[in-house]
């Protein structure tokens, strides 16, 4: 029983570790956060302009194939 409650009580530590490395290094996350966020709009940003792209290629195949 002691090791499971040595375990428990490791367990107990580490997160509490990590709570307090994340309430005072929080401006790092919001960075890492901020870039996804970023990264996300970014990828929709090219993936609309890609499909745009294609469309104005099939635009331009029917208006060759009808001269």
Same mark, same amino acid.
């Given at each position: 029983?002691?090791? #499971?409650?040595? #375990?428990?009580?490791?367990?107990? =530590?580490?997160? *509490?570790?990590?709570?307090? =490395? #994340? *309430? ?12 996804? #966020?970023? =990264? &996300? ?10 499909? &745009? ?12 194939? *009808? =001269?």
């Amino acid at each position: 029983m002691d090791v #499971v409650w040595s #375990v428990i009580t490791f367990l107990g =530590y580490a997160i *509490e570790t990590v709570f307090a =490395y #994340v *309430e005072h290094h929080h401006w790092v996350f919001a960075f890492l956060a901020g870039g996804y #966020v970023f =990264y &996300l709009h970014d990828r929709s940003v090219h993936a609309r302009f890609d499909t &745009l792209d294609k469309r104005l290629d099939e635009i331009r195949k029917r208006l060759a194939m *009808e =001269y």
